[in-house]
């Protein structure tokens, strides 16, 4: 108090986000996934839990529910009456196609013009699908609506929702670039990250960051032999960070993202896997829970990852 | 992965903490004063939330709903049949009677012998109660059940709460010292910390530990002119860290979270006083969300945090 603009100085400044998707009271997937490494990188992180669950069905069991579509708009209403502006919105896991309705004419459709959004489009992985089919019709229809044009500024698909979005079967590089041509072409989104993309002749995995100008980022990471909960998420919340902070420097931001993953990936696999209950899924250890606590200081925005990303640009 | 014991030895170990306290999306209280603190203090902190509100009622208006002690209760049980053990568990913003009854019975008594359960008997403030009066009588039956014996390791009243408990008014340090000799009396709880005591002649604050041998800490600190919410949520994850990391050592652990979370408020009244929307409680300017994030480095369990506290030990 005595020395006010000394204090002042110590302080980095907070923007404010909200982060609509899941609640696990264990383990770290959707906004527990999200809210401390945002927090860490200096984001007041508003949550809009979609489940209130135990844990995630990665564990083979669960208690809790799903939030009601009811309740999802009447906490965003109340959050509206007391505070008008986010500088980001993300919209992660959505359990059901009437909450992803609410949230889209409830919430999206309500924010400040300047809020960049951010949505996930979770629908399943590793060719399964893991929500209601009608959800994908919904997303479909959402990405095309006249109103997203200026709305929604990055969509994050893997390989499998990408296929689902377009109907096209992704192998190779030349089946991805169809994809993303046809993403564009029927869905008003100035950008699109394809994460998780898998060739059954690549020894790393692939993430691709596209812009509706015909830019394209490739960027490249070793795989890590395992199955994880949760990374989508953590991606979905560093990505969100980045892209906000640089301006929407796709290429930077999806660099820098793939990067942190896969360190904190690293640190899970190798703290995590020899801990029961070992269990392998498609024949690979499963890992449930990210160790985000212990990945503290390689999820601040001023540490340098050093791992072997390469990237690469082309254009569609 | 090729260098994996570097890697691991640059991980700080993370403990596990169950925290029973509320929800809400904007603002700092409840689980969302405690968890991100308790995060960068390395702890894994797995959330159930006894509200899931928008904002807390200091802003005057909210909207959202109490948990019902059917879905807690599923909650605890969904983890408790994947997850074991906690190193300690938090007992904080508690809505009803019946809730209060479920987390006493069907989760705490439900823990391994050897968590640290630390209670905040949340219930009123300022002379005022902002709880029905059944929950009173059964934190007093809580208290004074025999179980609770091996139980509950330190119990965090605020001065009118203390008076609640004791049914003794606390003016001065003889009636304080009458007090917490009667809550001893009465109750089967090793520890209590007395938070926010203020007597009328003098111009700090004190904060008081006190076992259930005699021993006593009294830890003063300058008043800052202002109202806060969460504040008593972030003393309570913070305290809760040093008790448990020192093995009980109260008189560190009451100084060093009397030194952080005045760091918090100072920053949080320089940062927040001067925005809208201005209200006044009692005659001083109302900040209602603490700043958690920008005070992120203050709150790291290495900061060595320097304010006015002054200790004295006395006895009973």
Redesign the interface.
Known sequence: ?RD?SQ??S?????RDI?SISS?V??GKVGNDAI??PL??R???V????TT????HPG?K?????K?SPA?IE??????R???LQYDAAIVGYVASKDILETIYQKILLQLAEDTIVVVDPIMGDNGRLYVEEALVVLYKEIFSDERCENLIDLVTPNQFEMEMLTDIKISDLDTLKDAIRLFFKLYKVKHVVVTSVNFEDSDGMLCIGAKSDGEMYTVSVPK?DAVFSGSGDLFLGILTDRFVKSNGDLAGSLKHTVSVVHKVL??T???GIDQPPKRYVDGKPYVP?L???????FLQEDYIVKCGVTTDTTFL
Not at 74 to 79: K, M, P
Request: glycine residues 4%.
């Open positions: 108090m006010k204090l002042l110590q302080i980095h400044p907070a909200l609640h009271v264990h809210q401390f927090n860490t200096h984001w007041n508003d949550c809009i839990h209130n669950l135990s844990n564990y069991q669960f208690k809790g529910s939030s309740l009447s906490l965003f209403e109340g959050v009456d007391i505070k890590i690293e640190i696999y190798e703290l829970a160790r985000l606590v212990e990945s503290r200081r």
